[in-house]
């Protein structure tokens, strides 16, 4: 059964840092283009960063030089690490596989890991 398990959201200050993990089981998640996504409420699923399996990795703009994509694929783990945090990155942040093709259905989402910016 597919499995993704989202960790190290806190309440943080502005200009505060964390580093968010992202272990996946039960699927072909090593082979895959994998994404954070954040959805703040009343709001999209935005995705913010992407990594391929061999370590492409593209940025939103809101967070390009602020946060750092990273993956393990030994440990079956995917990592962002986030920096000068603001408080409009307040969000549920989601880790899953980042296809190419937007529009691109994702079946299964995890309980993601809460992000809180204050000011």
């Known amino acids: 059964q597919v499995q993704l398990v989202e960790s190290g959201g806190g309440l943080v200050q502005a200009g505060g840092s964390l580093r968010l993990s992202c272990v996946t089981s039960?699927?072909?998640?090593?082979?895959?283009?994998m994404g954070w996504y954040r959805q703040a409420p009343g709001k999209q699923r935005d995705l913010v960063a992407a990594?391929?399996?061999?370590?492409?990795?593209n940025y939103a703009d809101f967070v390009k030089g602020r946060f750092t994509i990273s993956r393990d694929n030994n440990k079956n783990a995917v990592y962002l690490q986030m920096n000068s945090l603001k408080p409009e990155d307040t969000a549920v942040y989601y880790c899953?596989?980042?296809?190419?093709?937007?529009?691109?259905?994702?079946?299964?989402w995890g309980q993601g890991t809460q992000v809180t910016v204050s000011s």
């Open positions: 899953n596989k980042a296809p190419t093709i937007p529009g691109t259905r994702i079946d299964y």
């Open positions: 039960g699927g072909i998640f090593n082979l895959m283009r």
């Open positions: 990594i391929t399996n061999s370590g492409t990795i």
